[in-house]
């Protein structure tokens, strides 16, 4: 047919192609050839001019053969009737012989030479060649079938790095000196996994798993290993399929990718099946059956040091994991779940924004944009509000609104903003800039310029600083949470208030984690008697969805100007319904009950075995333990109770509404897991 197409669409033909040339190029495919594709001439032509041309695009093909109708044809010739158990060919020695003949000698040469006559470079090698297919008795009673036990691919390797196309047939052997004659497909599966092949496919004479086996319509194009499992169950994949859907999760399970298992008795299904989108047959796939945390190992860049815990789903404080275990969650997803898991008023809010207006660009006014600024700003007494997603946008715009401040008030030298040793304020170049901890800097340097820390609890450092650099702003935690859950010293941050008012320099309250209730006051500053100029704030706001919010005070509450700074997603309708929802709870009464809270765990924990410090206030706690707090933490997950860890010290954040039960038991395991 393609002699019938014109230049054009023959190159059409070759672009299309083109993608899978390249993912398969440089890949291992080893292909299962026998049974009826393998008795007619011409077919066998066709497939191995199919090979011929993939090994000449690159891709390392292995050719494993069987050739049970010729044995069964020579055995007729040397008057041997061929007998089966359970479809395996009793084998006795003379068979073995036969075996060894047709698959060795006439089959495997017969490959070799038409691969060669195609354009290819071809090599024979048999299961004994290099002690390739080592192999033991299956079972008595079949004599001569061989059960694999060991496949040595050195050879094969070697011919495929000299550029041959290896073709393989399928006899054992073992250290006394017998020869076995093994079930091809199953040799397959071993050679492929130990080439770690790109691709196995099976080639058989049905088109694939067939859900009803007389209608080609039911074909299932793709399956991973539990579903056939499941199939095997409900009685879909039966009788001959059996052992070859077998083979194919044996391949899988010994690492191929992915094996076909297709009709070979179609015209070219070898290219079609690689160098087409339409496919053939059924393909069992690895990718599927991988476990959450293999796919997540697989697929996600390696930055974080995961608890060994898939959860799954939660209400309120207590949260399950996907074997059916239950947790008291005292980490509210880092102060982020601020009425805990699938809060109902929560729910309610988001849902009903999200079946209004999910999202609408930050070119048109929305309402609960605008009525959640309103509220932030009547319960701080700030003026304006920048929303963006997270903790460390809301600190680059506090930074950016400083530093315009500063720009235009007292000239573009004044840029330098003071932040605190032992701080945390994002993973951005400039907000690691910001963070006064050395350890997050190396690797990404050079970070934004314009950023000194200082010294917590000792405002000398500032003042001498201060004489030396233009300091445009101070950027602090009042309680520093990655930092090891510090509080800093009241006096020292009125001092430091003070010292940016007389010096008119902006005073950024980074109130990522320590907002929004946290630690029994809306925000933590308010603890302090301070009115910083800008606070940034984000993790508990919209209690569960992504949402920055840069409060800016009086005297930059004007500093931007359209096109000035922002954001697609800042301000998002549902984020901000869902942080409207938050912030109505946060009630006075609200607020007592997390000092309330705080103050009973801080009792439950003083002069307890094994804590030597309690730090922080209201529900964002640190724990000083002598056993090293990564031990403590993973104790008291092993008895249903997740903690955080921060610097050396145990980390407490449960959800702002624990229920005082879920408190106290967590309490005890904690104070347990400390004391052991
Ligand atoms: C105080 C503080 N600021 C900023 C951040 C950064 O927030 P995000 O991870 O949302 O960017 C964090 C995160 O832990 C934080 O604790």
Not at 170 to 183: A, L, P
Not at 196 to 205: F, I, K, Q, S
């Amino acid at each position: 047919m393609i002699n019938e197409l014109s230049n054009s669409e023959r190159a059409e033909v070759l672009t299309q192609a083109l993608p899978y040339i390249k993912r398969y190029t440089g890949k291992t495919v080893v292909v299962k050839y026998g049974g009826n594709a393998m008795v007619s001439e011409e077919l066998k032509q066709q497939v191995m001019e199919d090979l011929v041309l993939l090994w000449l695009i690159g891709v390392k093909v292995v050719l494993v053969h069987g050739g049970g109708p010729e044995i069964t044809e020579l055995m007729g010739k040397l008057g041997k009737t061929p007998e089966f158990i359970d479809g395996l060919r009793v084998t006795d020695k003379e068979t073995v012989d036969i075996v060894q003949m047709v698959l060795a000698g006439k089959v495997n040469k017969t490959l070799v030479n038409l691969l060669e006559l195609h354009g290819g470079r071809a090599i024979g090698l048999s299961g004994l060649d290099g002690r390739l297919i080592e192999a033991s008795v299956k079972d008595e009673k079949l004599g001569y079938v061989g059960e694999i036990k060991k496949i040595n691919i050195g050879p094969v390797n070697d011919l495929l790095e000299k550029g041959y196309i290896p073709v393989i047939s399928t006899i054992g052997c073992d250290e006394q000196g017998n020869t076995y004659n093994v079930n091809g497909d199953t040799a397959a599966a071993w050679i492929a996994g130990a080439l770690n092949a790109e691709r196995m496919l099976l080639m058989t004479d049905i088109a694939g798993i067939l859900r009803d086996k007389d209608d080609p319509a039911t074909l299932i194009p793709e399956i991973s290993i539990s579903e056939a499992e499941q199939l095997y169950k409900e009685g879909v994949i039966s009788e001959g399929m059996i052992p070859k859907v077998n083979c194919c999760i044996e391949a899988i399970k010994k690492g191929v990718k992915n094996v076909i298992i297709m009709n070979g008795c179609v015209n070219h299904s070898v290219l079609m099946e690689l160098l087409t989108d339409e496919g053939a047959g059924t393909m069992f796939t690895g990718k599927k059956d991988m476990s959450i945390k293999e796919k997540d190992a697989a697929y996600i860049a390696d930055t974080y040091a995961r608890f060994p815990v898939v959860l799954s789903a939660g209400k309120g404080s207590y949260v399950t994991d996907e074997k059916g275990a239950e947790y008291i969650d005292m980490t509210s997803g880092i102060g982020v779940n601020s009425f805990g898991f699938a809060d109902d008023k929560w729910q309610e809010a988001v849902s009903s924004q999200a079946g209004k207006l999910q999202h609408t660009s930050n070119l048109f006014y929305t309402e609960p944009c605008a009525a959640l600024a309103e509220k932030l700003c009547d319960k701080t007494g700030m003026k304006k509000v920048f929303f963006s997603n997270s903790g460390a946008e809301a600190n680059e715009c506090a930074i950016k609104a400083a530093r315009k401040y500063a720009a235009q008030k007292k000239g573009p030298d004044c840029f330098t903003v003071v932040t605190m040793k032992n701080s945390f304020h994002g993973r951005t170049l400039t907000t690691l800039a910001a963070t006064g901890q050395e350890k997050y800097h190396e690797l990404y340097n050079p970070l934004t310029p314009g950023f000194v820390s200082v010294d917590t609890n000792n405002i000398f450092e500032l003042e001498v600083l201060g004489a030396k650099h233009k300091i445009a702003a101070i950027l602090l935690e009042c309680i520093q949470g990655e930092g090891g859950v510090t509080a800093l010293k009241k006096s020292f941050v009125n001092e430091v208030a003070e010292y940016a008012e007389r010096n008119d320099i902006i005073l950024i309250v980074d109130e990522v984690q320590s907002g929004n209730g946290r630690t029994g006051k809306l925000y933590s500053y308010m603890h302090y008697g301070i009115q910083p100029d800008i606070v940034t704030t984000a993790k508990g706001l919209a209690g569960g969805l992504p949402l920055g919010a840069t409060l800016l005070g009086e005297k930059v509450q004007d500093v931007f100007a359209h096109g000035d700074h922002g954001s697609t997603f800042g301000g998002n309708p549902v984020c901000c319904a869902a942080a409207i929802s938050i912030l109505d709870r946060l009630d006075d009464g609200l607020l007592a009950g997390v000092a309330a809270r705080g103050q009973y765990l801080q009792e439950a924990f003083k002069d307890a075995p094994g804590i030597k410090e309690v730090t922080g206030m209201g529900l964002m706690l640190g724990l000083k333990t002598e056993k090293p707090a990564p031990q403590v933490v993973d104790a008291c997950r092993e008895n249903g109770v997740l903690c955080l860890t921060a610097k050396d010290k145990v980390r407490l954040l449960p959800a702002l509404n624990i229920p005082m039960e879920a408190l106290q038991k967590a309490a005890e395991v904690i104070k347990a897991a400390c004391a052991e």
